[in-house]
């Protein structure tokens, strides 16, 4: 059984910054790319960063670009988004996932199979 694990989450003042981690068991951690996707209330569930198997490649969404990096760790099947100079639109809940594959880095929450519950970022103007 997949599970992943997020935490990290929590309440910052604007230009703050949060560490999100998320584990994962029940895979073999160190084949697939992982994925960081938030949801707002009241909205759909986007992209925000993508990471290659062995980590040496990355992906961002434009808005997180600067700001974010994603990272991993895959001697203990972790994956981690570093969050700097944090914004009041970058509150939501956030969720790591498994893309299905290992090759491009994806963006559609489709092509990612198996997903965490979320943490909570709340960025306070």
């Known amino acids: 059984q997949v599970q992943l694990v997020e935490s990290g989450g929590g309440l910052v003042q604007a230009g703050g910054s949060l560490r999100l981690s998320c584990t994962v068991s029940?895979?073999?951690?160190?084949?697939?790319?992982m994925g960081w996707f938030r949801q707002a209330p009241g909205k759909e569930r986007t992209f925000v960063a993508a990471?290659?198997?062995?980590?040496?490649?990355?992906y961002y969404t434009d808005s997180v670009k600067g700001r974010f990096t994603v990272s991993r760790d895959n001697g203990k099947n972790m994956v981690y988004l570093q969050m700097n100079s944090l914004k009041p639109e970058d509150t939501a809940v956030y969720l790591c996932?498994?893309?299905?594959?290992?090759?491009?880095?994806?963006?559609?929450?489709?092509?990612?199979?198996?997903w965490g519950q979320g943490t909570q970022v709340t960025v306070d103007s």
């Open positions: 996932a498994t893309d299905s594959t290992n090759g491009l880095l994806r963006t559609r929450t489709r092509d990612y199979d198996y």
């Open positions: 029940g895979r073999t951690f160190s084949r697939y790319t």
């Open positions: 990471i290659s198997a062995s980590g040496s490649r990355s």
